[in-house]
């Protein structure tokens, strides 16, 4: 098979190509065309055989069999610091997978109370993944959802997402790492010179589409069907979906999306290209080069690549702008070639059927964040609206009355952040052939202050994945009903690419015309025209900025 990241032929496509040249035709010594011969299936057990060597896992008395720690790529460190990732290099004997590997370089405490973790084991030796079946043998062909952790591009890793229900539905989940902050996504004119595209940056999205090739040619060997692969993730792991979606590089590896709160539908930073919102990722990528360095010393790659891991993560940490969310993926004209707003507009992402949504109360634990930097109640409250939405700040008091301060900077947050890009994303399919779907989360996971934060940021993700105790929740049995439901509904998807099924409540296919979606609560049910007036404002205000940069490029 000709992987089109290297454009090699792997081992098993150039045996076939050598057998067949040596074979000259199909045929048995009577003339009799001989029909091929499928591989007798293979039982699955603690050992499995992988493209780079055999790996040891643990099986426990159910049958669920998990592989840990496997990894997908070179480990990134030294000459490769910064560099596309390079597929994993082959080991002798059987490697232990039954240890999580550690997560890729990150700010600790990172998230506040809410969010933060303290107790987070990093190496820049990072790319791992982590397989969890339930398969017996290898001609199972359960459907694979490849799950993509969020964290702002900043944080995370994919070992904290447990497969022990998700399998019980009957699929194999793989869990990904991918490298972080300016580890994954630092773009500098030097990078870009040893790139024979001339290009540089997202490499955390290249480490994703590494590993989604990874699974294309080892998943059967889980059980797992490579034709049935579905890409799903939070938050930046949604932002990475809708990404990957728009990624040339990554068609094919995929064909089913879900989306939960988060795409990559607002102006876009440009590797080389200065706008009216935002510097190049070159700009921003020299400036931290010389803040790596210190004033006046060796900011060449040789000499950067020599810096420790702590440092990097220090000097990352030193400056908001180089962590600042919207500076992280680009647009750098090979992984993304265009903004994605665009190339979903033009009809040119992958045309896969989509489950895309967000929670109604997404912006409630972040506004501990915000009120230190704008201020408090209606003065901060506004203060954010101009920074945010400048083109149509005079208008937001309209849509977001700010006499309940903290209620509209919640809504605000979450509409711009996540409600509205998620009904861009929905709308876009009407340039493809599939289906889209889209969603709105309302269920409120009973942990403390449960009025306060109501259906929060990440909410979702304890009922898709079967774990409700998430976040220090106290489960009722209503609960765990509603997260069978949900991890029945997500499971559905990806096996059929449609969320409706029996006994599942009806969901209707997007439309622009309709603006159909699911309601996922405790009012679980079919409605329409959401936030319609919130998100238009949004969108009047991204038109607007887009304007300007047209009418500055003329």
Known sequence: MLNPATGRVSGLSLGVVLLLCACGDNKSDSGQALTPQEPAPIAITTEVPTTSGKVRGVVDDEGLKQ?????????????LRWAPPVAASTWDGVRDASQAGPACMQPVGQGGSFYG?????MSEDCLFLNVWTRASSTDANLPVMVWVHGGGLVTGSGDTYPGDTITQKGVVLVTINYRLGRFGFHAHADLSDEHPKGVSGNQGLRDQILALEWVRDNIAQFGGDPDNVTIFGESAGSLSISLLQASPLANGLFHRVIGQSGGAF???RFRDRETSYASSAYSLGASFANALAGAGADTSLANLRKLS???VLETFQSNPEFSNYDSLAIVDGDVIPAEVSQIFAEGKQADVPVMIGSNADEGSTFLPFFEPIFGEGADGFRAYAQATLPEVADDVDTFY???SARDAWVDLFS?????????VWARSMANVESDA????????PPIPEQEKYGAFHAAEIGYVFGVPEMFGATPTEEDHKFSDLMTTVWTQFAKTGNPNGPGLPEWPVYSENTEGYMELGEDTGSKAELRIEQTDLIERAWAQRRDREIAIGE
Not at 67 to 79: E, S
Not at 117 to 121: A, E, N, Q, T, Y
Request: glycine fraction near 4%.
């Open 437 to 444: 779907y889209l969603y709105w989360f309302t269920w409120a």
């Open 309 to 311: 891991e702590k440092h």
């Open 266 to 268: 607002q102006p876009m």
């Open 67 to 79: 592989y840990h720690g496997i990894p997908y790529a070179v480990p990134p460190v030294g000459d």
């Open 117 to 121: 973790r303290s107790d987070v084991s």
């Open 415 to 423: 509409d711009v952040l996540f409600t509205h890009p998620m009904r």
């Open 401 to 403: 009355p700010p006499a």
